[in-house]
């Protein structure tokens, strides 16, 4: 093996420690090529490209130098970072774990296994490898950060507070430290901090979308919309990139829009579809031409409560030559809702219910001297639902509230466990099986309009019966969990004035709530 050029080595490790990649680089493909089977310029070669983020050239030649170093240090934890920086986590894992039975005195490799985890959702082990390498150096502000990240994920919201504010260089922990820190104050229900920690992260990346977005959910969870509405648009759902809708706006007062077709791009679940529509009475249906795309299943209902519009479920219904202006569906509230007083304008009730199913099902639940009470309770949202989502059990107490005839409006409830439930407990809820109501939401509307009034937490529910007009009492999260377009610390919904907000006092207690729901029925009820 030829003698490796120690002066040319220090100087590309040099140009490697002061950034200047490319030129690092060269001198390391210099030394390989003379020295092929030289592992250690392998590995100086493979960290320079995976510094300067060309990871597929650095997985490239790093995986080279394994068939005859597989057990030399480093080695598989810069192919694990490079793989962790594709995104292949699982793969990442595999080589953080050979490093550790190699290494198992290096930090860096637990905490990058740590960061893995918590990508994949498994933030139990990414703690548990993220505390390793603290024990390994207690000054390592990289694992803290990740204990933190994980501890905030873990509903430990203070104890995620405590290690963050424990980093001690912050110039260097960058734009995950704030996005964190600035998601632990939300989650503490301090928002003000929040919006202040997430402009810090703004200040580092002025085009991160997901900071920039974090943001506006900020500013309209406090109804701050003329702030709120323009970061709005880096949504991660919006289906039109780059929309702005002042500019769409300015064109609609000054009549310079193309042609008078204007297509409604449908975005995000049903219940947001429902929300956004709540708008539509507000343009001008005589001089603009809407076409609105939105889920199969909500055409019949909204053929049915508004005029002048064509609704479809693809824009491929359509023919191409029809649309010349296109507008998301969440963009809408950007042209009409600037403050808290342009809601004034909000319909109570916007949307109907087919009359026809509506009276069959109030015949069928008609009981004498009771009220009828349509109940949800859970939320099938994979990234928030188990914060939105309540036990049976938890409201037993609320179901006892006398003559109230509660009647199940749950989607995709499983049977046997709600009459297990209903047994244990003694009690009574009224089920329509042989309503699909996942799948049929003309018959849900129906079923939620043949009650007197609603008990849900935040899911489709709420929007229909909000849409409906039905007087509604909404079970909403403390912070994690919550949707912006409940606001904060506000008892009235803007969007749905007949819904009334009661909200937790802290995340994962329904306690309080539930509570204050029974007590404002037994008042109404001895009111009437």
Known sequence: MKKINKADLDKAKLYAQNGDYPKAIDIFINLLAQNPKQSEIRLYLGSAYLLSNDYHKALKVLCGALENQRDMPLFHHAIGSALYMLEEYKDALVHFDKEISINPYYPEAYCDKSKALYKLKKWEEALVFASIALDLDENFDDARLSKASSLNQLNRFYESYDEIKKIKDIKDMGLHYFLTLSSIYSNLGEKADALIAINQAIELKPDERDALFNKAILLLGGCQFKEGWPLYEYRPCNPIDKFSAK??????????????????????????????????????????????????????????????????????????????????????????????????????????????????IKNKIKKSGFKVC???WKSSNDEIGFYKTIELSKLENLLRTPNILFVNIQYETNPLELINFCNQFNLKILSFDDLDIYNDIDSLFSLIDACDFVITISNINAHIAGALGKKTFLLAPFSKGRIWYWHDSLKHSLWYPSIQIFTQTKTCDWSVPINEIKEKILEEIEDE
């Not at 023919?319 to 507008?327: F, L, N, P, T």
């Open 247 to 360: 500019d769409f706006r300015n064109k609609c007062l000054a009549d310079k829009i193309d042609s008078n077709n204007i297509f409604i791009r449908k975005e995000q679940g049903i219940g947001d579809q429902i929300l956004y529509s709540s708008l539509l009475f507000e343009f001008d249906l005589k001089r603009i031409n809407f076409y609105v795309e939105t889920d199969q299943r909500l055409i019949p209902i909204f053929e049915r409560s508004y005029g002048g519009i064509k609704f479809v479920g693809s824009k491929k219904d359509l023919g191409e030559d029809v649309i010349a202006s296109e507008i998301p569906m969440g963009s809408l509230p950007a042209l009409t809702r600037e403050d808290n007083n342009s809601f004034n304008n909000q319909k109570k009730s916007f949307l109907k219910s087919d009359p026809i199913k509506t009276n069959f």
């Open 374 to 376: 349509g109940i949800s």
